[in-house]
């Protein structure tokens, strides 16, 4: 079974930085592209960033793009999202997520979501 | 970057009732997916594309379209069945639509 179990959340001042880790098991990590999609309370789902499963192709939402690293340690089957100049409206849950295919495709598995609040 | 329109923001309907959610892309995809949400709960996947339902997802939910018109039908709305569903593409990176809130009459 396929488990994502997401960490590093929490709150945070303005321009602060934070780091989100993701654990996966039950799958071959190696073979899987992953994503960090994003929440914020009571609206829709906003993709983040992707990378692919050899980290040679990543993307970010326009959004994000400049502030955010996305990450991943195959041999740890670790996902990681690098937050940095945080802002009141990257206040969301962060949720790792499964693609089914070592490129980007549709999302197969997502993890319970880890909470990051922005606030002074 | 392709926009997705997802329509109606909200649809009440009864249990029993079909329902038909709408997603109209900016521009010609190739592949869409819808997922469910319920309140409290990470996403999960329904249909990918376009009419392929997930493993595990009851055969009352049916995806059909093409281009930059696509379809959700769920015939006969289970209790468990009233949520946010929301469609996705993959033309090169994901992005969603807006969603749709199915909810109680």
């Known amino acids: 079974e396929v488990h994502l179990v997401e960490s590093g959340g929490g709150l945070v001042r303005p321009g602060r930085s934070l780091r989100l880790s993701c654990a996966a098991s039950?799958?071959?990590?190696?073979?899987?592209?992953m994503h960090w999609v994003r929440q914020a309370p009571g609206k829709g789902l906003e993709w983040v960033s992707g990378?692919?499963?050899?980290?040679?192709?990543?993307g970010y939402a326009d959004s994000v793009k400049g502030r955010f690293t996305i990450s991943r340690d195959n041999a740890k089957n670790s996902l990681y999202l690098q937050i940095s100049s945080l802002r009141p409206e990257d206040t969301a849950f962060y949720y790792c997520?499964?693609?089914?295919?070592?490129?980007?495709?549709?999302?197969?598995?997502w993890g319970q979501g880890t909470l990051v609040t922005v606030s002074s | 970057e392709i926009v997705l329109t997802q329509s109606p923001a909200t649809l009440s309907l009864s249990p029993g009732e079909r329902a038909t959610l709408s997603c109209r892309a900016s521009?010609?995809?190739?592949?869409l997916a819808w997922y469910q949400q319920k309140p409290g709960q990470a996403p999960r996947l329904l249909i990918y594309?376009?009419?392929n339902r997930a493993t595990g997802i009851p055969g009352r939910f049916s995806g059909s379209g093409s281009g930059t018109d696509f379809t959700l039908t769920i015939s006969g709305l289970e209790p468990e069945d009233f949520a946010v569903y929301y469609c996705?593409?993959?033309?090169?990176?994901?992005?969603f639509g807006g969603g749709t809130k199915v909810e109680i009459k």
């Open positions: 996705q593409q993959r033309t090169s990176w994901p992005f």
């Open positions: 594309d376009a009419s």
């Open positions: 521009q010609s995809v190739t592949y």
């Open positions: 990378i692919s499963w050899s980290s040679g192709h990543i």
């Open positions: 039950g799958f071959n990590f190696d073979y899987s592209a």
């Open positions: 997520v499964k693609d089914n295919s070592f490129l980007p495709t549709f999302f197969d598995a």
